[in-house]
């Protein structure tokens, strides 16, 4: 799986379970779940086939209101020295009605000093809220197809 395909992967199931889990019982106490993890995958990127590390951390929050909490953060870092490695996080704030509000920092982007490309690129940050009547996007919402991410990803991969 590549990494663009796994972080959308990721994120599309944390929405989607904080959809299922969204009506938390007014009754039911306060919960904080965390977990971490780390995982090498196979990752072949802009035409490189490499090893990536993924680096994944969360926490879920139940509050007794039944208002919800999952807050993510996850990094990727290519074994080959050529690709930058990413950092990303986000909040899904659940409400006792099932309204979710996703906000998340901007996805960085870290280029190695031996690319010539040393420093951080800021792709994309904003606020989601989805309700029973649809979704509303507020902030720079980029194209996420794996052709556009490309140009964050791949620029002048030697």
Known sequence: ??????????????VGSAIIVGSVSAAAP??????????????????VDQMTTLTERWTWTEFAD??????????????????PAEKGAGTNRISPDGTQTVTGAPLRIYWPESTGKHGIMVVAAGIAVF??????????TPD?????????YCGEVD
């Open 144 to 152: 996420l197809s794996d052709e556009a991410l490309d140009r964050y």
């Open 131 to 140: 309700s029973e009547d649809g979704a509303t996007f507020r902030g720079r």
């Open 66 to 83: 039944g208002s919800a909490t999952l807050h993510v953060v996850r990094t990727f870092v290519p074994d080959d020295p050529r690709l």
């Open 30 to 47: 306060t919960v904080r779940v965390s977990d971490s993890y780390t995982v090498r995958f196979h990752d072949p990127l802009c035409g």
């Open 1 to 14: 799986m590549h990494r663009r395909t796994l972080a959308r992967a990721v994120a599309i199931a944390a």
